[in-house]
């Protein structure tokens, strides 16, 4: 089955239907957009195999312009894609697929998230598809609390309450699949705290090791993703940047981020040996570390 009266809240039992319809989806708009398309994929409820969902089909398509996908506005709406306009058009553009848009019914089909090639719109469509695929339990929660949600709120009037119900487990879960997702992984950090600098709200905590970010990767605070160089001896200045291996996460548990602690290549520690080193900042939380 695929497709649900507008306003509807109800949950099926994954069907391998959705991942056949999110392929020819995706071929019909590669077809269309063409070289518009950075990258795109099969997002939201459907794509996770173990809980049930919603039959409607979320697609997520990275693009380069927002004015290019507009363009071809006429061509997307010959093959079924209606645009619905939004206020904001910073961050994505919604196209809609079903009888309800082109008015020979009232159902709704597929949803088109059309986002920023690199952005975190894309990056968290992404990264949630593929930590609840890889960890059924968590999944399990998320079917769990959508069921309970979608049988207090199965008509329109109360999908607003189904939506905003969902929204904590999301932020939470998004947040640890993000650090998760660069686990293993080489980056490249910009320093914004070398040795010896001090916190610029706690000047009395001094860095013995190098400290700073991911460009345009944003955590848990809003502020983008903070690493711990570890094995580096010599002062990075700040603003200069350093190609390193994400070794370990850092969980907190009372703060709205998480960090991670990073290594040059062929460098290991121990969860032990990571937490001992940046204990000067993190005695201050209750946090622990998880290496691979």
Same mark, same amino acid.
Not at 102 to 113: L, R
């Given at each position: 089955?695929?497709?649900?009266?507008?306003?509807?809240?109800?949950?099926?039992?994954?069907?391998?239907?959705?991942?056949?319809?999110?392929?020819?989806?995706?071929?019909?708009?590669?077809?269309?957009?063409?070289?518009?398309?950075?990258?795109?994929?099969?997002?939201?409820?459907?794509?996770?195999?173990?809980?049930?969902?919603?039959?409607?089909?979320?697609?997520?398509?990275?693009?380069?312009?927002? %004015? @290019? $996908?507009? /363009?071809?506005?006429?061509? &997307? #709406?010959?093959?079924?894609?209606?645009?619905? +306009?939004? !206020?904001?058009?910073?961050?994505?553009?919604?196209?809609?697929?079903?009888?309800?848009?082109?008015?020979?019914?009232?159902?709704?089909?597929?949803?088109?998230?059309?986002?920023?090639?690199?952005?975190?719109?894309?990056?968290?469509?992404?990264?949630?598809?593929?930590?609840?695929?890889?960890? %059924? @339990? $968590?999944? /399990?929660?998320?079917?769990? &609390? #959508?069921?309970?949600?979608?049988?207090?709120? +199965?008509? !329109?009037?109360?999908?607003?309450?189904?939506?905003?119900?969902?929204?904590?487990?999301?932020?939470?879960?998004?947040?640890?699949?993000?650090?998760?997702?660069?686990?293993?992984?080489?980056?490249?950090?910009?320093?914004?705290?070398?040795?010896?600098?001090?916190?610029?709200?706690?000047?009395?905590?001094?860095?013995?090791?190098?400290?700073?970010?991911?460009?345009?990767?944003?955590?848990?605070?809003?502020?983008?993703?903070?690493?711990?160089?570890?094995?580096?001896?010599?002062?990075?200045?700040?603003?200069?940047?350093?190609?390193?291996?994400?070794?370990?996460?850092?969980?907190?548990?009372?703060?709205?981020?998480?960090?991670?602690?990073?290594?040059?290549?062929?460098?290991?520690?121990?969860?032990?040996?990571?937490?001992?080193?940046?204990?000067?900042?993190?005695?201050?939380?209750?946090?622990?570390?998880?290496?691979?």
């Amino acid at each position: 089955m695929i497709g649900l009266k507008r306003g509807t809240v109800a949950l099926y039992n994954h069907d391998a239907e959705w991942e056949n319809e999110a392929e020819r989806t995706i071929s019909v708009l590669k077809e269309t957009l063409g070289e518009v398309v950075c990258d795109i994929a099969h997002v939201g409820s459907t794509s996770i195999k173990s809980i049930k969902a919603k039959p409607i089909i979320d697609i997520a398509v990275a693009v380069k312009s927002f %004015e @290019d $996908v507009l /363009k071809n506005e006429g061509k &997307l #709406k010959e093959n079924g894609f209606y645009y619905r +306009p939004a !206020d904001d058009l910073n961050e994505q553009l919604l196209f809609a697929c079903g009888s309800f848009y082109d008015g020979t019914g009232d159902e709704q089909t597929h949803f088109i998230h059309v986002v920023k090639k690199d952005s975190m719109e894309w990056i968290n469509y992404i990264n949630f598809r593929d930590y609840l695929n890889a960890n %059924e @339990d $968590v999944a /399990k929660q998320y079917e769990a &609390l #959508k069921t309970s949600l979608a049988e207090k709120n +199965p008509e !329109d009037k109360g999908r607003e309450k189904y939506l905003a119900g969902k929204h904590d487990f999301i932020v939470r879960t998004l947040r640890t699949a993000l650090v998760k997702s660069y686990l293993g992984k080489t980056v490249t950090v910009e320093i914004d705290r070398p040795i010896g600098a001090p916190h610029p709200k706690h000047p009395e905590i001094i860095y013995p090791i190098n400290y700073g970010y991911i460009p345009n990767v944003f955590g848990g605070d809003g502020e983008e993703l903070d690493v711990y160089i570890l094995g580096i001896d010599e002062k990075i200045e700040e603003g200069d940047s350093t190609t390193v291996k994400i070794i370990g996460i850092v969980y907190r548990k009372d703060d709205v981020e998480d960090k991670l602690a990073a290594a040059p290549e062929g460098m290991s520690f121990t969860a032990k040996e990571i937490e001992n080193i940046i204990r000067f900042q993190e005695q201050f939380y209750n946090s622990h570390v998880e290496t691979e």
